[in-house]
């Protein structure tokens, strides 16, 4: 297994539109899929594309932490191939984002509140469930990476648009804008 370098915003990678994976149980694939687990852990994020790993393929994992955005359990290591979102509703939520590819920075970006999502897991099973709240939002950015979109091209107000220790120091200053 190795840890793999991550593309960062400006690549071309990023704003390509990925190729759908043809073969979820290909050997270069099961080894792209090890190789992403070891690198989100040791980014410590909660989502990776694999265009972000300079792969233009329709691919992502993604977890939920227990405890966090009001999950009690969490949701474990889930990859999924050549997703399919479909919004189950108009209404729509903003919350802060970060990304990989953008190291340092987070924004307020508006996401659908419930989506259903469909597509392959890593055990070529389908996958056809509806989310919402943070894993909803989770799989919305990785599938966007999915589609050469990164979180700046969703925001609709770039004042909450900044760095990390900036927000995380004044949350009220900014809410209340």
């Not at 390509?16 to 690198?39: G, H, N, Y």
């Not at 927000?167 to 200053?173: G, K, N």
Request: with cysteine; charged share 25%; aromatic share 8%.
């Amino acid at each position: 297994m190795a840890i793999l370098k991550i593309a960062r915003m400006g690549h071309p990678v990023l704003l390509a539109k990925a190729l759908p994976v043809e073969d979820v149980a290909a050997p270069d694939i099961r080894f792209l899929l090890r190789d992403m687990a070891e690198t989100l852990d040791d980014a410590g994020g909660v989502g990776l594309a694999a265009p972000q790993v300079f792969r233009s393929l329709r691919l992502f994992i993604y977890h939920v932490p227990a405890g966090r955005a009001g999950t009690d359990t969490g949701v474990p290591l889930t990859a999924v191939f050549n997703p399919v979102l479909t919004p189950l509703s108009e209404d729509m939520e903003m919350g802060w984002e970060g990304c990989l590819s953008i190291p340092g920075l987070r924004a307020a970006v508006p996401r659908h509140a419930h989506i259903r999502l469909r597509g392959l897991g890593a055990d070529g099973k389908e996958i056809d469930k509806q989310v919402s709240g943070f894993e909803a939002r989770i799989i919305q950015h990785e599938t966007d990476h999915l589609d050469g979109l990164m979180y700046p091209m969703r925001m609709k107000d770039f004042r909450y648009f900044g760095f990390n220790e900036e927000t995380e120091r004044f949350p009220l200053e900014l809410e209340a804008l």
